[in-house]
């Protein structure tokens, strides 16, 4: 387990990391495209000797050295088990678990990218089963293991794990938050997100996103329907009040949790961390400034094998503006459909999904129900301060599902099992350049 001074001692290097307002994500360094892996690793020094020792994104270079780590923290967890400390072991797997992740690194694969070609290497598939397995060792070791839940639609389906709080039961149901995951972080790094609502006493069911991990789903607008389905699972349960149930994303999953909200009525609160197609176009320097990092991106990192990159392609504004409309809620008219509470939440120095989207959703919908908190230190998913949002934001959605839509608005009350939490502060901030 992760000591005070161990946890102190990441906060004050989490604190120190610079961050840049071009900060490329996928750049191999310190700020870079781990960010995202922050609040799973516990040695933070580990992780930045780890980074020192990768030449290239090539899979030749990328794999072996995340594997590496993956593997003694997994041997650390089969000694540990061995000497029956599975508090220990589970600690142990959760990191091996982490290390193979980002050895598997990046997804989706089979979505276009320009920086990982359309399947994984035989090595990257290595690192995914070692990534799935290490994940069971963890889980086996809990209390209250996951259940694994499959949902289907149309011929294709998704797979997913259950978690229910203490004490849930026909006679006694609870609230429900499907957590959606974004593109590069699979169901099995989420396990944190769905401790949250078990902390606040609600039910969590996290599932693959279109395009990433154990789904059939592609990556389109269309395959919302996915996520409809999980509600269905989650209304058929008996455990879990049906008329009760929010969402939660990060990333790519604070785009999905935002488009189902508005497709489907069912969700009653909403947490999006990082949301993307609202409908912000951004400014000529802004749009221009994405392409030139996009291009930046395809032509210093190449995410397979050595020797397979592609001739670079220059994206057009012409192509950039066809995808945005692909997704835009503002352009499909889709944004006045969002009339429950939402918690939105992003570093102000977002490079990935441009913070403009979050004003374009406090401007649009009801004129209460929605709060906000924008870190102006920090970038993509407020990744550095997620140990402070992420429980207000968690026990904000507890209040929504069980006082009512303005709940939330108030300062609600602590469970017992609940740790404290900061006070809440409703951010105005100053608005984005004029959209076009």
């Not at 005070?4 to 900060?23: C, F, H, Q, V, Y």
């Not at 006694?172 to 396990?191: F, S, T």
């Given at each position: 387990?992760?000591?005070?001074?161990?946890?102190?001692?990441?906060?004050?290097?989490?604190?120190?990391?610079?961050?840049?307002?071009?900060?490329?994500?996928?750049?191999?360094?310190?700020?870079?495209?781990?960010?995202?892996?922050?609040?799973?690793?516990?040695?933070?020094?580990?992780?930045?000797?780890?980074?020192?020792?990768?030449?290239?994104?090539?899979?030749?270079?990328?794999?072996?050295?995340?594997?590496?780590?993956?593997?003694?923290?997994?041997?650390?967890?089969?000694?540990?088990?061995?000497?029956?400390?599975?508090?220990?072991?589970?600690?142990?797997?959760?990191?091996?678990?982490?290390?193979?992740?980002?050895?598997?690194?990046?997804?989706?694969?089979?979505?276009?990218?320009?920086?990982?070609?359309?399947?994984?290497?035989?090595?990257?598939?290595?690192?995914?089963?070692?990534?799935?397995?290490?994940?069971?060792?963890?889980?086996?070791?809990?209390?209250?293991?996951?259940?694994?839940?499959?949902?289907?639609?149309?011929?294709?389906?998704?797979?997913?794990?259950?978690?229910?709080?203490?004490?849930?039961?026909?006679?006694?149901?609870?609230?429900?938050?499907?957590?959606?995951?974004?593109?590069?972080?699979?169901?099995?790094?989420?396990?944190?997100?769905?401790?949250?609502?078990?902390?606040?006493?609600?039910?969590?069911?996290?599932?693959?996103?279109?395009?990433?991990?154990?789904?059939?789903?592609?990556?389109?607008?269309?395959?919302?329907?996915?996520?409809?389905?999980?509600?269905?699972?989650?209304?058929?349960?008996?455990?879990?009040?049906?008329?009760?149930?929010?969402?939660?994303?990060?990333?790519?999953?604070?785009?999905?949790?935002?488009?189902?909200?508005?497709?489907?009525?069912?969700?009653?609160?909403?947490?999006?961390?990082?949301?993307?197609?609202?409908?912000?176009?951004?400014?000529?320097?802004?749009?221009?400034?994405?392409?030139?990092?996009?291009?930046?991106?395809?032509?210093?990192?190449?995410?397979?094998?050595?020797?397979?990159?592609?001739?670079?392609?220059?994206?057009?504004?012409?192509?950039?503006?066809?995808?945005?409309?692909?997704?835009?809620?503002?352009?499909?008219?889709?944004?006045?459909?969002?009339?429950?509470?939402?918690?939105?939440?992003?570093?102000?120095?977002?490079?990935?999904?441009?913070?403009?989207?979050?004003?374009?959703?406090?401007?649009?919908?009801?004129?209460?129900?929605?709060?906000?908190?924008?870190?102006?230190d920090d970038g993509h998913i407020a990744a550095k301060n997620e140990r402070t949002w992420a429980p207000a934001a968690w026990a904000w959605l507890r209040d929504v599902l069980?006082?009512?839509?303005?709940?939330?608005?108030?300062?609600?009350?602590?469970?017992?099992?609940?740790?404290?939490?900061?006070?809440?502060?409703?951010?105005?901030?100053?608005?984005?350049?004029?959209?076009?």
């Amino acid at each position: 387990m992760t000591s005070t001074a161990d946890a102190k001692n990441k906060a004050a290097i989490l604190a120190s990391l610079p961050m840049r307002s071009g900060e490329d994500p996928f750049i191999v360094g310190i700020g870079g495209f781990y960010r995202r892996w922050f609040n799973l690793i516990d040695d933070m020094q580990l992780l930045i000797d780890t980074v020192a020792k990768i030449k290239s994104t090539e899979d030749e270079d990328w794999v072996p050295v995340w594997s590496a780590v993956g593997a003694e923290y997994e041997k650390k967890g089969d000694a540990l088990l061995a000497r029956k400390d599975k508090p220990g072991a589970r600690q142990a797997y959760v990191q091996a678990k982490s290390y193979y992740s980002l050895a598997r690194f990046p997804a989706p694969y089979w979505s276009g990218s320009s920086i990982c070609p359309p399947d994984m290497s035989p090595i990257k598939e290595q690192s995914y089963e070692d990534y799935l397995r290490c994940y069971r060792k963890s889980a086996a070791l809990l209390p209250d293991q996951p259940e694994v839940i499959t949902v289907k639609k149309n011929g294709m389906k998704a797979t997913g794990y259950l978690r229910l709080p203490k004490g849930a039961s026909k006679s006694n149901k609870v609230p429900a938050v499907l957590v959606m995951c974004g593109a590069d972080m699979y169901k099995e790094d989420r396990e944190k997100y769905a401790e949250g609502a078990l902390s606040q006493g609600m039910a969590a069911l996290v599932v693959d996103a279109p395009g990433t991990g154990e789904t059939t789903f592609p990556h389109a607008p269309e395959s919302v329907v996915a996520w409809q389905a999980a509600l269905d699972v989650l209304q058929k349960r008996p455990e879990i009040d049906g008329n009760r149930i929010g969402a939660f994303g990060v990333s790519r999953g604070g785009l999905w949790v935002i488009r189902l909200a508005a497709h489907d009525a069912r969700i009653k609160g909403v947490i999006s961390c990082a949301p993307g197609g609202a409908g912000y176009w951004g400014t000529p320097e802004e749009r221009a400034e994405w392409r030139a990092a996009a291009m930046e991106r395809a032509r210093t990192n190449w995410f397979g094998p050595r020797g397979t990159r592609p001739p670079l392609k220059e994206i057009t504004e012409e192509e950039q503006r066809k995808e945005f409309l692909r997704w835009s809620l503002k352009d499909q008219g889709l944004l006045d459909k969002l009339t429950m509470p939402m918690y939105l939440v992003n570093g102000k120095i977002d490079h990935l999904t441009p913070i403009g989207n979050l004003y374009m959703l406090l401007e649009s919908g009801p004129a209460d129900g929605r709060v906000a908190r924008v870190y102006a230190d920090d970038g993509h998913i407020a990744a550095k301060n997620e140990r402070t949002w992420a429980p207000a934001a968690w026990a904000w959605l507890r209040d929504v599902l069980t006082k009512g839509k303005n709940a939330g608005m108030k300062a609600g009350t602590k469970p017992k099992a609940a740790a404290k939490k900061p006070a809440k502060k409703k951010v105005v901030a100053k608005k984005p350049a004029k959209k076009k």
